[in-house]
Each structure stands twice: as C-alpha cells, then as structure tokens.
C-alpha cells in the first residue's frame, strides 16, 4: 500500500510539474527578445515564481543559508554538488542574482521544457571537442555579463553514497583565469526526495541549500590546488551537517 501511494502521489507531482510549468513557459520563451543579461534576469525570476507555485503543491520545503556571501555588485563561480534531478530547480532561482547553469545539450531537446534550458544554460554536447570548447567560452562570457556562473564539478550525478565523488577541473580553471572567487554550495535531501537510483518515486519533504563562504582566487594559483582546497572544504562541511538517513 504504501508503495502504491507513493506511486500515485509521483503522478500527481509530475502533473503538477508539468502544469505549473505550462504557466511560465511563454513568458520564458518572450524573454530571449531581451539581450544578456536582462533576459537571464527575467527568466531566473520567472523560474522562481514558478517553483513558489510547485514546491508547496509537492511537499517541498526549502531552507536556504549563506546568501549573505554573495556581495552586492559582484559575480561569483558557484560550485555545487550533484545528487538528483531536483538539484537544479533548486540551485538555479536559489542562487541571488542573475545565474546560469552548465547542462547537458540532451535535456534542451526535450519536448517543451527544452526551452528552459535553451534560456537558463550553457549547453554542452560531452562527446564533442568543440562544443566543450564554445562551452567555456560561453561560460566566461557569462561571468563577463556579470552573472552568476554555477556548475556541478562531479560532472554528473553523485550516485557513490559518499559526501561527493572526485571533481573535474573545469570550474577552477576558469576561476583561475578569469579571477572569479568561488562560493561552494551543498544541497541537503535532493537523494532522498528524487533517487537516481530504485526505489524511484518522489518524496516530499525537507531541502537545504547551503552557500560557504567565497574561496578567492590568488594570483597564479594552480587550478588543481584550488580544486583540492574547494573539494576539502565541501566534503568537510558535508559530514558535519548533513541529517543521517
């Protein structure tokens, strides 16, 4: 019994998905008549409306800390942890500011929602050379726009059951060469809520987003040094505050 309720209340979160997102999606498609970065502006705040409607019709709550290190008039690399699905709704209107994210080029082809991610990433097809070239600078040009740039350096869902799996250079790469500080960021309860793995279904409940403190950029410092200082301090901040399962 309890399995099959869970089965229909995931019915029903997608329907409310799906729905709720049917309300935003012209806007959002409107908002590229703008140029960068007003139109990332009107969508981030067009997604945050739409997650203030979905999150309580899903059972979501949603507690956000750190926003404070996010300096007015600045532009940050944030760096996230990759657990579930959920993590981008999450991430992206949780993120002040103007922000983009970094995604697969497969999920701008879905039906729809494809326009979501066209408006609010940077897309990257992984088995081409090029596009992961034009990705970075596409990225750079972002921080440029003075936006928020926010990627996941585990490159794709953490599915080990530790803290976090080894991170890709990428995001300290571009740290480096542009000067950007880093602010770390870790979700708490995306796993639980939408597993990558069986049992699959949704799980109301409580998500934490969590913003450290900015990591600076020193002059010449060694994107693999700054990799190791970053993923030292989430993995550390992880086992001190997530909620045992």
């Keep these: 019994m309890k399995r099959l309720l869970n089965r229909l209340f995931t019915v029903y979160v997608g329907l409310a998905f799906i729905l709720t997102m049917s309300l935003v999606l012209l806007p959002i498609w409107i908002a590229g008549l703008w140029p960068e970065p007003r ?8 997604l ?29 690399i944030v760096v996230c942890n990759h657990n579930s699905l959920m993590d981008v709704p999450v991430t992206t209107p949780g993120i002040p500011g103007p ?23 940077v897309l990257v097809d992984r088995h081409s050379e090029k596009s992961r070239r034009d990705s970075y600078g596409a990225m750079r040009r972002v921080l440029e726009e003075g936006m928020h740039m926010c990627i996941y350096p585990e490159g794709t ?3 080990t ?6 991170f890709h ?5 571009l740290a480096c060469e542009t000067g950007k500080s880093i602010i770390p960021a870790l979700i708490f309860g995306t796993s639980r809520m939408l597993p990558s793995q069986p049992p699959m279904g949704f799980h109301p409940g409580q998500l934490e987003l969590h913003f450290l403190a900015p990591v600076d950029v020193r002059p010449g410092e060694d994107p693999v040094a700054l990799k190791e200082t970053v993923f030292q301090t989430m993995w ?3 086992e001190a505050h997530a909620t045992p399962t």
Excluded: C, Q
Aim: no cysteine; charged share 25%.
């Design 157 to 159: 869902r953490n599915l």
């Design 161 to 166: 059951g530790k803290p976090l799996k080894s």
């Design 236 to 238: 550390a901040y992880y």
């Design 48 to 76: 945050r409306a739409w997650m203030a409607v979905f999150f309580p019709l899903a059972g979501v709550r949603l507690r956000i800390r750190g926003r404070e290190h996010f300096e007015p008039g600045s532009n940050y």
């Design 39 to 46: 139109r990332t502006d009107i969508v981030i705040r067009l």
């Design 99 to 121: 922000n983009k994210t970094i995604a697969k080029v497969e999920m701008a082809r879905i039906p729809l929602f494809g326009i979501i991610y066209r408006r609010g990433s």
């Design 169 to 173: 250079d990428g995001a300290f790469r």
